[in-house]
């Protein structure tokens, strides 16, 4: 299948190109100076002249707290880049697959959101990212909305650089433990959503790491299978404050029979640490 990846320089696009290639599709990577998901000439120029038949939205406005001070810009890349996109592909005939976040959710709930709870965002980016969901929708029936959470690449920063850099750093660290979620490797999300292209799944899916954790708990685990002595220091949200409100508990389930799931977060870390590690030699 000729499938385009747009956003593919980002943490999740480059696991994405990887995992659809080893799949054996035909890729066209673009990064956003390829295609710009604001710019509607732009996609319409790639999608006529590459006729993918499936199309991957990589691209994202991800700072979660530069999106407080810049909605309209985190809009018009998550929300209306995303429809103008997957409108271009239903235009040919493709499908979409857009990722979207845990943040849709307002972490009031205390048991797993599922694929047809109501969403209710507390920050922007989260409205911006729901808002990209209904476009998508709206825009292509063939689409794939893909919700998942905290995720760490090796193509990006993610929380697991940051504990390892901090830990290099100082002797211990401050991390958060009222706020509860799924960590998910980009490479098991990327080879979920090239599974989920080759099928007629469509609708929401929820695709995240099997198990929960707090950020505290997942740091402690961070050190601890990195062989470091790092202490670990337990904070409240309020203490720890940022821009953006985060939801106390973002955990994912899954109530689709079809649902694609992935393995424990543990097991997809310490595949992380070895792969870095290869890396760095
Ligand atoms: N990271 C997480 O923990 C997390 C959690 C849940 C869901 N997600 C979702 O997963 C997806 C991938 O996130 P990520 O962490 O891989 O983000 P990322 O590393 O920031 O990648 C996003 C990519 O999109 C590019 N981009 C920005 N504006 C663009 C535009 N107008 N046109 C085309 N490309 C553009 C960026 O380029 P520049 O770098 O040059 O700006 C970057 O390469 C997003 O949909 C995100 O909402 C992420």
Same mark, same amino acid.
């Given at each position: 299948?000729? &499938?385009?990846?747009?956003?593919?320089?980002?943490?999740?696009?480059? =696991?994405? &190109?990887?995992?659809?290639?080893?799949?054996?599709?035909?890729?066209?990577?673009?990064?956003?100076?390829?295609?710009?998901? +604001?710019?509607?000439? *732009?996609?319409?120029?790639?999608?006529?002249?590459?006729?993918?038949?499936?199309?991957?939205?990589?691209?994202?406005? *991800?700072?979660?707290?530069?999106?407080?001070?810049?909605?309209?810009?985190?809009?018009?890349?998550? =929300?209306?880049?995303?429809?103008?996109?997957?409108?271009?592909?239903?235009?040919?005939?493709? *499908? /979409?697959?857009?990722? !979207?976040?845990?943040?849709?959710?307002?972490?009031?709930?205390?048991?797993?959101?599922?694929?047809?709870?109501?969403?209710?965002?507390?920050?922007?980016?989260?409205? !911006?990212?729901?808002?990209?969901?209904? !476009? &998508?929708?709206?825009? #292509?029936? @063939?689409?794939?909305?893909?919700?998942?959470?905290?995720?760490?690449?090796?193509?990006?920063? #993610?929380?697991?650089?940051?504990?390892?850099? /901090?830990?290099?750093?100082?002797?211990?660290?401050?991390? %958060? !433990?009222?706020?509860?979620?799924?960590?998910? *490797?980009?490479?098991?999300?990327?080879?979920?959503? %090239?599974? $989920?292209?080759?099928?007629?799944?469509?609708?929401?899916?929820?695709?995240?790491?099997?198990?929960?954790?707090?950020?505290?708990?997942?740091?402690?685990?961070?050190? =601890?299978?990195?062989?470091?002595?790092?202490? &670990?220091?337990?904070? +409240?949200?309020? $203490?720890?404050?940022?821009?953006?409100?985060?939801?106390?508990?973002? %955990?994912?389930?899954?109530?689709?029979?079809?649902?694609?799931?992935?393995?424990?977060?543990?097991?997809?870390?310490?595949?992380?640490?070895?792969?870095?590690?290869?890396?760095? @030699?």
């Amino acid at each position: 299948m000729r &499938v385009l990846i747009a956003g593919a320089a980002g943490m999740l696009g480059q =696991d994405v &190109v990887g995992a659809a290639q080893r799949r054996g599709h035909e890729v066209v990577a673009m990064s956003r100076y390829d295609l710009d998901v +604001t710019d509607p000439a *732009s996609i319409d120029r790639a999608i006529a002249e590459l006729r993918p038949e499936a199309v991957i939205d990589c691209a994202a406005f *991800s700072d979660v707290d530069g999106a407080e001070d810049d909605e309209r810009g985190a809009m018009a890349i998550n =929300d209306t880049g995303a429809g103008l996109l997957a409108a271009a592909a239903a235009g040919i005939g493709a *499908s /979409i697959l857009y990722p !979207s976040s845990d943040y849709v959710f307002d972490g009031t709930k205390a048991a797993p959101y599922l694929e047809d709870h109501m969403p209710d965002p507390i920050n922007a980016y989260g409205r !911006s990212k729901l808002g990209g969901e209904v !476009s &998508v929708a709206a825009a #292509n029936p @063939r689409h794939f909305i893909v919700r998942t959470s905290w995720l760490f690449g090796l193509g990006g920063g #993610n929380f697991v650089e940051t504990m390892l850099r /901090i830990g290099g750093e100082q002797p211990e660290v401050l991390v %958060v !433990s009222d706020q509860r979620g799924c960590p998910t *490797s980009c490479t098991d999300l990327a080879e979920g959503m %090239v599974r $989920l292209i080759g099928t007629d799944r469509y609708g929401i899916h929820h695709m995240v790491g099997d198990g929960d954790c707090t950020w505290f708990e997942f740091a402690v685990e961070i050190f =601890d299978q990195a062989h470091m002595e790092t202490r &670990v220091m337990s904070a +409240t949200t309020e $203490l720890m404050a940022r821009k953006a409100k985060r939801p106390a508990y973002s %955990v994912l389930g899954q109530s689709r029979e079809d649902a694609i799931l992935l393995q424990p977060w543990q097991h997809a870390l310490r595949r992380y640490l070895d792969d870095r590690e290869l890396i760095a @030699r």
